[in-house]
């Protein structure tokens, strides 16, 4: 089982970016699904998820700028990113535990805004 990121790089402020999330060997609809972001000396912050329901929930922080979804027949989670600005600058991380409670993580992708 693993998740991995793609999607990130470089960006002016104001850009878009689009994240997504590929699982393997795990149907992600069938669990919450989450991203993270972590920048050095940080602890990881919750950006944003997406309930098996199709809920989401966001912080404050990326609320009206950030869309999460889920294409469930690709298995693909996305993180749709715009308005960015400096502060969003960091790691970004796929994150889901399974009915089991096993915990998979992306190796992370790295989002940078700078003009």
């Known amino acids: 089982v693993q998740v991995e990121e793609s999607g990130g790089g470089l960006v002016q402020p104001g850009g878009s970016l689009k994240l997504s999330c590929v699982g393997t060997?795990?149907?992600?609809?069938?669990?919450?699904n989450y991203w993270y972001r972590q920048t050095p000396g940080n602890q990881r912050e919750l950006v944003s998820y997406?309930?098996?329901?199709?809920?989401?929930i966001y912080a404050d922080s990326v609320k009206g700028r950030f869309t999460i979804s889920r294409d469930s027949a690709k298995n693909i989670v996305y993180l749709q990113m715009n308005n960015l600005t400096p502060e969003d600058t960091a790691v970004y991380y796929c994150?889901?535990?399974?009915?089991?409670?096993?915990?998979?993580w992306g190796q992370g992708t790295q989002v940078t805004v700078a003009s």
């Open positions: 994150y889901v535990k399974d009915g089991f409670g096993a915990e998979f």
């Open positions: 060997a795990i149907a992600l609809r069938v669990y919450s």
């Open positions: 997406i309930t098996s329901g199709g809920s989401t």
